[in-house]
Structures are given as structure tokens and as C-alpha cells.
């Protein structure tokens, strides 16, 4: 009766015991990973030594109804979309446009020329005093940079899209 249950047992532990060599040779050709060398790749494989590899397979981060929704590279619009378009775009801009100028007025009517009025705890201690002029010196450059690259690009729209 022993016997009876050491056999299936015996050919289990052989089983798997084979299983388990042949997996162990891994060979890493270029960017493949396989348990046996393409004839051609000979030179360009190597051993895989020290450890398990596991291979997860790359998703695509494009849904289907994403890339139909692009259309093909190249697609053209007529004339009449992309005048909407670029008339949309304009308006957008002018609205951002305006935001930063309003900032802009506001920023430099409170760093007064660089000596803004001291608010609260700056009163006693000065280096707070001093970093928030300089704060207020780079959000002034900032919103400067801002105000130009605004400019930029409704000056790269069509005049056509200004005209409608």
C-alpha cells in the first residue's frame, strides 16, 4: 500500500523537478527574452544568470475610441473649421490675456516701487518684509513672461479669425 502512493508521488517530484530545468537557461537577445537562441542571434544573446525573470507584456495607453476620435496623421479640415477654431482660440487668449494684465495692475500697485506697505508681523521682523517684496518682484517678472507669451501666441492666429 506504501508503494501504491510513492509511485504517483515519485513522478510528481520528476515532473516537476524537470519542469523547473527547463526553465532555468534564460537568454536575453536584444530586448527578447526566450529559453532558446534563435539560430541568426547566437552572438547577440546572452545568458541570464542570478535570479527570475518575469516578463509583464506592454499595454497600449491609446483606447480605441481615442485613436479613432484622432483620425489618421495628416487628416485635413476645411477652411470654415478651422476658421472657428482659430476664432475660438483668439477669444480664449484675448479672455487669458486680460486676466494677466488685471493681475499685473494689481502685482505692481502693491509692490508700490519696490516698497510695498508692511503688513502685520512684518513690522517687527524685517527679513519676512524683505521676502515678501521679492516675491512679489518675481510674480511681477512671472506674470510679465506670462503677459508676452500670451501676445505670442495670438499674434501665430490667423488675422482671418480676428476679422469675424
Known amino acids: 500500500m506504501k508503494h501504491a502512493l510513492l509511485i504517483p508521488f ?27 537562441v534563435p539560430a541568426g542571434q547566437k552572438d547577440n544573446c546572452k545568458l541570464v544568470t542570478g535570479g ?20 489618421p496623421a495628416g487628416q485635413r479640415i476645411d477652411a470654415s473649421e478651422q476658421r ?14 486680460r486676466k494677466a494684465e488685471g493681475r499685473q495692475e494689481e502685482l505692481v500697485r502693491e509692490y508700490n516701487n519696490g516698497e510695498p506697505e508692511k503688513m502685520g508681523p512684518e513690522a517687527r521682523n524685517y527679513q519676512k518684509y ?7 518682484k518675481a510674480g ?13 501666441e495670438l499674434g501665430r492666429i490667423p488675422d482671418s479669425a480676428a476679422s469675424k
Open 130 to 136: 524683505l521676502d515678501r517684496v521679492a516675491d512679489l
Open 84 to 97: 472657428s477654431r482659430d476664432t475660438d482660440a483668439r477669444q480664449i487668449l484675448e479672455s487669458e490675456l
Open 10 to 36: 515519485t513522478a510528481t517530484i520528476l515532473l516537476a523537478g524537470s519542469l523547473a530545468q527547463a526553465q532555468d537557461r534564460i537568454y536575453r537577445c536584444g530586448n527578447e527574452y526566450t529559453n532558446s
Open 140 to 152: 511681477i517678472d512671472r506674470n510679465e513672461t506670462d503677459i508676452a507669451g500670451i501676445r505670442r
Open 52 to 71: 527570475n525573470v518575469t516578463i509583464v507584456q506592454r499595454q497600449s495607453f491609446l483606447s480605441p475610441v481615442r485613436v479613432a476620435a484622432a483620425g
